[in-house]
């Protein structure tokens, strides 16, 4: 078998892989409208809805901070896999977890956001 042919990646999990990755992508986006949401709400609240929204600001940087050290652990173990379907492996579990993290993060967020909404002043008030 000559080198080309050793390393080839097989179509089908390439585009796993894409899919994976725009999971990942459609997933994290969701989760930064969401802090974007949460920051709005600081803006146009009283005392008690500002307090809640500032918790859900902290609640959503903190996610965005787990998910950073997240990628940095997963380019870590990448750089250290020893072979093509190790490295596979490695980037199908860290977008697995990454999906299941940012459900997480997106159901707490929401909870949170309701809360605060319930919080925050009706209009005329």
Do not use: C, W
Not at 51 to 80: C, H, P, T, W, Y
Not at 88 to 107: G, I, V
Request: negative net charge; hydrophobic residues 40%; without cysteine.
């Amino acid at each position: 078998m000559s080198d080309d042919q050793q390393f080839a990646i097989p179509q089908s999990v390439r585009e796993m892989a894409e899919r994976n990755v725009e999971q990942a992508r459609q997933a994290y986006a969701q989760f930064m409208d969401v802090a974007r949401q949460a920051q709005g709400m600081v803006t146009k609240s009283h005392e008690a809805a500002a307090e809640s929204a500032l918790d859900v600001q902290s609640r959503a940087i903190g996610f965005a901070e787990a998910n950073i050290e997240a990628g940095f652990k997963f380019a870590r173990d990448l750089a250290k896999a020893g072979d093509l379907q190790e490295a596979l492996a490695l980037q199908q579990d860290f977008a697995r977890q990454q999906m299941q993290s940012y459900t997480e993060q997106t159901q707490e967020l929401s909870q949170l956001l309701g809360e605060a909404a319930q919080k925050a002043p009706k209009p005329g008030q």
